[in-house]
C-alpha cells in the first residue's frame, strides 16, 4: 500500500508538472506573432502602409533602402521594438551607425493614416516591418506574409546599436557570429546581406579598402571609381552599391561580388570567403533569391518582439506616450 501511495503521489506531481509546462507552451504560443493579428481589430492596416510608403516612394525613391535599412537596425538592437524610431539627442537615432539613416517621415505618415482608421491599436514595429516589405514590392522585388503583434518599445539609448550593428569592416566570419548571436543562420546572413541591392553606402565604410590600406584583390577600374568619388574617407558621397540597378530589387548585388565588384569589406567578404560562397552563388537565381529573403525578413522581423503587456502602441512613433 505504501509503494502504491507513494507511486500515486509520484504521478500526481508529474501530472502536476505537465500540466504547468503546457500552460507555459500554451501562453508562449498566444504571444507569438501571427499573420492575422489585426484582422479583426483594424483589417485594413496593411493596405493604409502600403498607400503612404508608395506615395513616400514615388515622390523620393530613396525612402526604399532607408526603410529596410531602418527595419534591420531596429531588429538587430534589442529586439524589433521599434527602438530606431525614437527621437532624441541619447536615442539610438543619435549613434554614429545610425548616421544619414532616413524613411522616418514615411513611417510617421503610416502611422498617421492608421490611426485615422484604428486608434491605439497598431504598433510602430509592425508598421516598420509591414514597410519594409512594400518596399520591396515598390522595387519589383516579391511581397511576403508579416507576422505582427510586436509592441513598441520603451527604451532606446545611443549606446545599444554599437553594442550590435555590424559595421562595414566585418569580415565573414565575424558577420556570421553577429547574426549567429541574433539566432540567424550563416545563409540567412547572406541572403539578407542582398538587401544591399538598393543601397547605398559612403566614402567612411570603405576607409579600410580603399583609405588605410589598398586593398590588392580590388579591380583596378573599381578602385579608380571610389577614389575618384571619394577623395578623403570623409567626403560625403553617396555610392549606390548595386551601380547598374539601383532601384530594381534583384540579384546583381550577388553578381557583383561574385566577380569582384562588391564594395564594402562586408559584401565582398561574402564571397571570398568559401563557406558563404555557396550561399552568394545560390541567389543568383532570381527566383530563389526572392523566396529566400522573404524568409529571411520573416525571421529577422521575429527577433525578440515585445508582445502581450510588454512595451506600449505608441501615439507617435517617434515618442514614447506619456
Same mark, same amino acid.
Given at each position: 500500500?505504501?509503494?502504491?501511495?507513494?507511486?500515486? +503521489?509520484?504521478?500526481?506531481?508529474?501530472?502536476?508538472?505537465?500540466?504547468?509546462?503546457? #500552460?507555459?507552451?500554451?501562453?508562449?504560443?498566444?504571444?507569438?506573432?501571427?499573420?492575422?493579428?489585426?484582422?479583426?481589430?483594424?483589417?485594413?492596416?496593411?493596405?493604409?502602409?502600403?498607400? *503612404?510608403?508608395?506615395?513616400?516612394?514615388?515622390? %523620393?525613391?530613396?525612402?526604399?533602402? +532607408?526603410?529596410?535599412?531602418?527595419?534591420?537596425?531596429?531588429?538587430?538592437?534589442? +529586439?524589433?521594438?521599434?527602438?530606431?524610431? $525614437?527621437?532624441?539627442?541619447?536615442?539610438?537615432?543619435?549613434?554614429?551607425?545610425?548616421?544619414?539613416?532616413?524613411?522616418?517621415?514615411?513611417?510617421?505618415?503610416?502611422?498617421?493614416?492608421?490611426?485615422? #482608421?484604428?486608434? /491605439?491599436?497598431?504598433?510602430?514595429? !509592425?508598421?516598420?516591418?509591414?514597410?519594409?516589405?512594400?518596399?520591396?514590392?515598390?522595387?519589383?522585388?516579391?511581397?511576403? /506574409? $508579416?507576422?505582427?503583434?510586436?509592441? %513598441?518599445?520603451?527604451?532606446?539609448?545611443?549606446? &545599444?546599436?554599437?553594442?550590435?550593428?555590424?559595421?562595414?569592416?566585418?569580415?565573414?566570419?565575424?558577420?556570421?557570429?553577429?547574426?549567429?548571436?541574433?539566432?540567424?543562420?550563416?545563409?540567412?546572413?547572406?541572403?539578407?546581406?542582398?538587401?544591399?541591392?538598393?543601397?547605398?553606402?559612403?566614402?567612411?565604410?570603405?576607409? &579600410?579598402?580603399?583609405?588605410?590600406?589598398?586593398?590588392?584583390?580590388?579591380?583596378?577600374?573599381?578602385?579608380?571609381?571610389?577614389?575618384?568619388?571619394?577623395?578623403?574617407?570623409?567626403?560625403?558621397?553617396?555610392?549606390?552599391? &548595386?551601380?547598374?540597378?539601383? !532601384?530594381?530589387? !534583384?540579384?546583381?548585388?550577388?553578381?557583383?561580388?561574385?566577380? /569582384?565588384?562588391?564594395?564594402?569589406?562586408?559584401?565582398?567578404?561574402?564571397?571570398?570567403?568559401?563557406?558563404?560562397?555557396?550561399?552568394? *552563388?545560390?541567389?543568383?537565381?532570381?527566383?530563389?533569391? &526572392?523566396?529566400?529573403?522573404?524568409?529571411?525578413?520573416?525571421?529577422?522581423?521575429?527577433?525578440?518582439?515585445?508582445?502581450?503587456?510588454? +512595451?506600449?502602441?505608441?501615439?507617435?512613433?517617434?515618442?514614447?506616450?506619456?
Amino acid at each position: 500500500m505504501a509503494v502504491r501511495s507513494a507511486a500515486r +503521489g509520484t504521478m500526481l506531481a508529474f501530472a502536476a508538472v505537465l500540466a504547468a509546462l503546457l #500552460m507555459c507552451l500554451s501562453a508562449g504560443v498566444e504571444a507569438t506573432l501571427t499573420y492575422d493579428f489585426y484582422s479583426s481589430s483594424c483589417p485594413h492596416v496593411e493596405y493604409l502602409v502600403y498607400q *503612404e510608403i508608395s506615395k513616400a516612394y514615388w515622390n %523620393d525613391s530613396t525612402v526604399a533602402p +532607408g526603410i529596410l535599412r531602418l527595419s534591420f537596425h531596429d531588429c538587430f538592437v534589442n +529586439g524589433c521594438d521599434a527602438s530606431v524610431l $525614437v527621437a532624441g539627442n541619447t536615442t539610438e537615432r543619435a549613434a554614429i551607425q545610425n548616421a544619414g539613416i532616413h524613411g522616418f517621415e514615411a513611417i510617421n505618415a503610416a502611422k498617421w493614416a492608421v490611426e485615422q #482608421m484604428c486608434p /491605439g491599436v497598431v504598433s510602430c514595429a !509592425d508598421i516598420l516591418q509591414y514597410a519594409a516589405r512594400d518596399t520591396v514590392k515598390l522595387t519589383k522585388g516579391l511581397g511576403w /506574409g $508579416v507576422p505582427a503583434g510586436r509592441r %513598441d518599445g520603451t527604451v532606446s539609448l545611443a549606446t &545599444d546599436p554599437p553594442l550590435n550593428l555590424p559595421p562595414a569592416t566585418f569580415t565573414s566570419s565575424e558577420l556570421v557570429a553577429n547574426f549567429a548571436a541574433k539566432g540567424l543562420s550563416a545563409e540567412q546572413m547572406v541572403i539578407l546581406s542582398g538587401s544591399h541591392t538598393i543601397g547605398v553606402t559612403h566614402c567612411l565604410q570603405l576607409r &579600410d579598402r580603399i583609405f588605410d590600406v589598398i586593398d590588392p584583390t580590388m579591380p583596378k577600374d573599381l578602385l579608380a571609381t571610389l577614389q575618384a568619388a571619394c577623395p578623403t574617407n570623409t567626403t560625403p558621397t553617396a555610392l549606390t552599391i &548595386d551601380r547598374s540597378t539601383v !532601384d530594381t530589387f !534583384d540579384t546583381n548585388y550577388f553578381s557583383n561580388i561574385a566577380s /569582384g565588384y562588391g564594395l564594402m569589406t562586408s559584401d565582398q567578404t561574402l564571397f571570398a570567403d568559401s563557406a558563404t560562397r555557396p550561399y552568394v *552563388e545560390a541567389n543568383l537565381l532570381q527566383g530563389v533569391f &526572392d523566396s529566400n529573403f522573404a524568409a529571411a525578413m520573416v525571421a529577422m522581423s521575429s527577433i525578440s518582439p515585445k508582445v502581450g503587456t510588454e +512595451g506600449e502602441i505608441r501615439h507617435h512613433c517617434e515618442y514614447f506616450n506619456g
